[in-house]
């Protein structure tokens, strides 16, 4: 698939790494986090979208139990990094889990699923 003209990227990307320091943060300190501060976000080859795409996070030592700080890359299944995202700062609290209800059906399945895979 190709970008629309003009695109660096597509935001998508940013966005998926975004909500999986969302999960994150609820799973392992019970809090909603949202983005703070990007340090750097490089992309490389993004001339076309591939069908599939993997993500690699890494939360940092800096990461407290009211923010995260994390390392997103995203690459093609044959491990060639599109995009790479570094020292990504959320921060969080239980104030904001209002805006992420986890009491309908797919907020608890989206949970449940990500607490068994790590």
């Not at 009211?66 to 299944?77: K, L």
């Amino acid at each position: 698939m190709s970008l629309p003209p003009n695109w660096l990227f597509d935001p998508g990307l940013v966005d998926v790494s975004l909500q999986l320091c969302l999960i994150w943060g609820r799973i392992y300190n019970g809090i909603s986090a949202l983005p703070a501060r990007f340090g750097s976000i490089r992309r490389y080859h993004l001339d076309t979208m591939p069908e599939s795409l993997l993500l690699r996070y890494r939360t940092r030592p800096e990461a407290t139990s009211m923010s995260a700080v994390f390392d997103a890359e995203i690459m093609t299944p044959d491990g060639r990094v599109l995009m790479k995202m570094e020292d990504i700062e959320t921060i969080g609290s239980k104030q904001f889990n209002r805006l992420a209800d986890d009491t309908d059906e797919m907020g608890r399945l989206i949970i449940a699923r990500a607490s068994q895979t790590v």
